[in-house]
């Protein structure tokens, strides 16, 4: 089963970046999807960018366009989340995700952004 450990949360002001990083421990040969989801307070949890195997395909939410960048290291199995012009509504609880079967989530990580 594939799990995930989050890094890199924590408290900003708004304009400034952060870096989200998860960690992806599995056993060898198995290829998935990659990506991060988000719960704000009161919200239901939403997608905010998912990576292909190879990195070819990427999705990412509207609201994130233009700000934030995913990106993989499958030889170092992890995923990558950078986090530019910050807004206060970016405030949230960051989940990583792995689309495997059965999929997998990590525990989260807060980010707040004080405007």
């Known amino acids: 089963q594939v799990q995930l450990v989050e890094s890199g949360g924590g408290s900003v002001q708004a304009g400034d970046s952060l870096r989200l990083s998860c960690a992806v421990s599995d056993r060898p040969g198995r290829v998935y999807d990659l990506g991060w989801y988000r719960q704000a307070p009161g919200k239901e949890r939403e997608v905010v960018a998912i990576i292909s195997w190879t990195g070819d395909r990427i999705i990412y939410a509207d609201s994130v366009k233009g700000r934030f960048t995913v990106s993989r290291d499958n030889t170092k199995k992890t995923v990558t989340l950078q986090m530019n012009r910050l807004k206060a509504e970016d405030t949230a609880i960051y989940y990583c995700?792995?689309?495997?079967?059965?999929?997998?989530w990590g525990q989260g990580i807060q980010v707040t952004v004080s405007s």
């Open positions: 995700y792995a689309g495997a079967r059965p999929g997998a």
